[in-house]
C-alpha cells in the first residue's frame, strides 16, 4: 500500500515542480521584456552638476547626462555632453537642472554680459544714487520704469517729468549680474536691457536731465499711458481755490478817526520901540502893524 503511494506522489512531484519552474521562467522573461522596453523608451539629457551661473563657460567636467523616460525629456535639451563645451550659459542654471538651447547664448558668444543680450538689444549702463536706485532693492533681472526730468533753459516753471521707458529689465548692478539675495545693495550705477531706439531716449535723458528709476513688480507687464506733468501744473494743482478774500480780524475793526486838533494860532511878531525914555510895542499880526500904548 505504501509503495502504491510512492508510485503516484513521485511523479505528481515532478510534475508540480516542472509547471513552477515553467511558471517562473514565463514571469521573468515578461519582466525582461518590460525593462527592455522601458529601457528602449528611456533618452539621455545632459544635466548641471553644480550651480552655474550666467554668464559662465560650459565645461564637460561640469556636466553629467542622466536617462529621462521619452515622455518626460525636456524640449531643446541635449542628449550628449560633448555637444555643450564652450557654450555660455545665457541665465542661472542650477545643480540637477537640464540644459535647454534657451538658457544658452548662441554658438560663437563670448562669456561675460555680452553672451547673455539676446539678439537686437543692447546693454546701457546709466549713473544712479541711493534715491534714484530706490535705496539699494534694484536688483539684476528686475523690473524697472525710467522717469526723466528735464529742466527748462528760460522759463523754471516749464520743467518736467516724463516716464520715457515702461518695464526694462535690469541686466547687471555694478559688476554684479546674478543676485546673491533679496538684500538691498549700494550702487552706483545700472545696465539695462533696451532696444536701440530707447537707447537713444535714454542717452538724450540722462545728457539733459535726470534720471529716476521706479521699482515695480516683474508679474506686471501692463503700460501706462502718461503725459508727464510740469513744475507749472504742479504748483497750480496745490494753489488754494480762488474767490474773495475773507477779511482777518484785525482788518474786520475799522480803524480809530484821527483826533482832530484845534488850530494852532500862528506867534505873533512884536517889536519893541523906544522914544527917549518911552517904551512902546508893536505887534505885526496877520499882515498888519499895531501899536500899543507907550508905556513909561
Known amino acids: 500500500m505504501f509503495l502504491l503511494k510512492l508510485k503516484f506522489i513521485i511523479p505528481l512531484a515532478l510534475v508540480t515542480a516542472l509547471l513552477a519552474t515553467l511558471g517562473a521562467y514565463s514571469y521573468l522573461q515578461t519582466q525582461k521584456r518590460a525593462l527592455e522596453q522601458n529601457h528602449a523608451a528611456m533618452l539621455p539629457v545632459v544635466i548641471a552638476k553644480i550651480d552655474l551661473p550666467a554668464g559662465s563657460k560650459l565645461e564637460e567636467s561640469l556636466l553629467e547626462a542622466r536617462?529621462?523616460?521619452?515622455?518626460?525629456?525636456?524640449?531643446?535639451?541635449?542628449?550628449?555632453?560633448?555637444?555643450?563645451?564652450?557654450?555660455?550659459?545665457?541665465?542661472?542654471?542650477?545643480?540637477?537642472?537640464?540644459?535647454?538651447?534657451?538658457?544658452?547664448?548662441?554658438?560663437?558668444?563670448?562669456?561675460?554680459?555680452?553672451?547673455?543680450?539676446?539678439?537686437?538689444?543692447?546693454?546701457?549702463?546709466?549713473?544712479?544714487?541711493?534715491?534714484?536706485?530706490?535705496?539699494?532693492?534694484?536688483?539684476?533681472?528686475?523690473?524697472?520704469?525710467?522717469?526723466?526730468?528735464?529742466?527748462?533753459?528760460?522759463?523754471?516753471?516749464?520743467?518736467?517729468?516724463?516716464?520715457?521707458?515702461?518695464?526694462?529689465?535690469?541686466?547687471?548692478?555694478?559688476?554684479?549680474?546674478?543676485?546673491?539675495?533679496?538684500?538691498?545693495?549700494?550702487?552706483?550705477?545700472?545696465?539695462?536691457?533696451?532696444?536701440?531706439?530707447?537707447?537713444?531716449?535714454?542717452?538724450?535723458?540722462?545728457?539733459?536731465?535726470?534720471?529716476?528709476?521706479?521699482?515695480?513688480?516683474?508679474?506686471?507687464?501692463?503700460?501706462?499711458?502718461?503725459?508727464?506733468?510740469?513744475?507749472?501744473?504742479l504748483i497750480n494743482k496745490n494753489e488754494r481755490p480762488s474767490g474773495p478774500a475773507r477779511p482777518s480780524r484785525a482788518a474786520a475793526a475799522p480803524a480809530p478817526a484821527p483826533r482832530e486838533e484845534p488850530a494852532k494860532e500862528p506867534p505873533k511878531q512884536v517889536i519893541e520901540v523906544y522914544r527917549s525914555s518911552t517904551r512902546s510895542e508893536v505887534v505885526l499880526e496877520e499882515g498888519k502893524a499895531t501899536e500899543k500904548k507907550p508905556q513909561k
Open 67 to 233: 536617462l529621462f523616460p521619452a515622455a518626460l525629456a525636456p524640449e531643446g535639451s541635449f542628449k550628449q555632453i560633448s555637444e555643450l563645451a564652450g557654450r555660455i550659459v545665457k541665465s542661472d542654471i542650477y545643480a540637477g537642472e537640464a540644459l535647454l538651447a534657451s538658457r544658452l547664448a548662441a554658438e560663437g558668444s563670448g562669456s561675460g554680459v555680452s553672451a547673455v543680450i539676446p539678439p537686437g538689444m543692447r546693454a546701457m549702463t546709466v549713473a544712479v544714487n541711493v534715491v534714484s536706485g530706490v535705496s539699494g532693492f534694484i536688483l539684476p533681472h528686475a523690473r524697472v520704469d525710467v522717469l526723466a526730468t528735464v529742466s527748462a533753459t528760460l522759463d523754471k516753471e516749464e520743467s518736467s517729468t516724463t516716464t520715457i521707458l515702461e518695464n526694462i529689465e535690469v541686466l547687471a548692478v555694478d559688476q554684479t549680474v546674478t543676485p546673491k539675495d533679496d538684500d538691498p545693495i549700494t550702487v552706483k550705477s545700472v545696465t539695462l536691457l533696451v532696444n536701440p531706439a530707447q537707447a537713444e531716449k535714454l542717452a538724450l535723458a540722462s545728457s539733459e536731465g535726470k534720471l529716476q528709476l521706479v521699482l515695480r513688480n516683474t508679474a506686471d507687464q501692463q503700460t501706462t499711458v502718461t503725459a508727464g506733468v510740469s513744475l507749472k501744473e
